[in-house]
């Protein structure tokens, strides 16, 4: 199962780590990423990281604040939220093996980690 943890309560433009790990049962993965939901929306894709090369992916709201760091052996990832807006107040789903299909993303049944609340007050 995945873990996420460190969310909390922060002033906007202040900032907030998160961290999510794999325990368990042996866990193969080949990315890790993270989602959002805010109240009364879709979850949405926020970032990813493949372990093959490293890249990286972000949805275009958080370019240049956020960053996805990880550790592959130890299954586990980071997102190092800088300059935080109250319009990034959200559930933060950490997720296993995500894959971009064509405009979605895609996270396998039983991959996702349960969510850590990060709110952001104007």
């Known amino acids: 199962q995945l873990q996420a943890s460190g969310g909390g309560l922060v002033q906007t433009g202040g900032s907030l780590g998160l961290s999510c790990a794999a325990y368990?049962?042996?866990?193969?993965?080949?990315?890790m990423g993270w989602f959002r939901q805010a109240p009364g929306k879709e979850r949405e894709f926020v970032a990813a990281i493949r372990w093959r090369g490293g890249s990286t992916d972000y949805v275009d709201s958080v370019k240049g604040r956020f960053t996805i760091s990880g550790d592959n052996a130890k299954n586990t990832a980071y997102l190092q939220m800088n300059s935080l807006k109250p319009e990034d107040t959200a559930v933060y789903y950490c997720?296993?093996?995500?894959?971009?299909?064509?405009?979605?993303?895609?996270?396998?049944?039983?991959?996702w980690g349960q969510g850590t609340l990060v709110t952001v007050s104007s």
């Open positions: 368990g049962r042996a866990f193969s993965s080949f990315a």
């Open positions: 997720a296993a093996n995500p894959e971009l299909y064509g405009s979605r993303w895609y996270v396998p049944q039983n991959h």
